[in-house]
């Protein structure tokens, strides 16, 4: 099958309730959640088969030039990215206060953002091993 080019809106405008799980599946496969919500998917075999499948519950029209493409990253990507800069950018600031010589930080310990102690504890979290302040039990 040959590619069709351009985007088109996939709008929901009727509600999955009453209608069969596979139908339902496939309308949160092309990102819709809620009525009159609209997505912009690339003009492709695939989405139009699906498109087809539960044309009865949505609406469909082309795309101009002027909308902005869709993402072409996927969301762990975009977090992953987003931690990434954040690592760095703790890195340079420890390097700038003089707390950092040449000492790695651990890539588990930063991408979390949570302290690891010496005996394995984690900072700010108080384990079974701890004791319990007063009030507590």
Do not use: C, W
């Not at 762990?76 to 700038?96: G, H, N, P, T």
Request: charged share 30%.
């Amino acid at each position: 099958m040959q590619e069709q080019s351009g985007r088109i809106r996939i709008t929901l405008v009727k509600s999955v309730i009453g209608y069969r799980e596979t139908q339902r599946q496939t309308v949160r496969s092309l990102g819709l959640r809620r009525i009159r919500q609209s997505v912009i998917h690339h003009d492709t075999p695939t989405i139009r088969g699906m498109v087809t499948k539960v044309r009865h519950l949505v609406t469909v029209e082309p795309v101009g030039a002027d909308v902005p493409a869709p993402r072409q990253q996927t969301g762990s990507q975009r977090f992953k990215a987003r931690i990434e800069k954040r690592v760095a950018e703790r890195e340079a600031l420890m390097v700038a206060l003089g707390l950092l010589d040449g000492i790695a930080i651990e890539e588990d310990e930063a991408v979390a953002g949570i302290a690891i102690e010496d005996d394995g504890a984690v900072a700010g979290i108080e384990t079974e091993n701890q004791e319990a302040g007063p009030g507590r039990a």
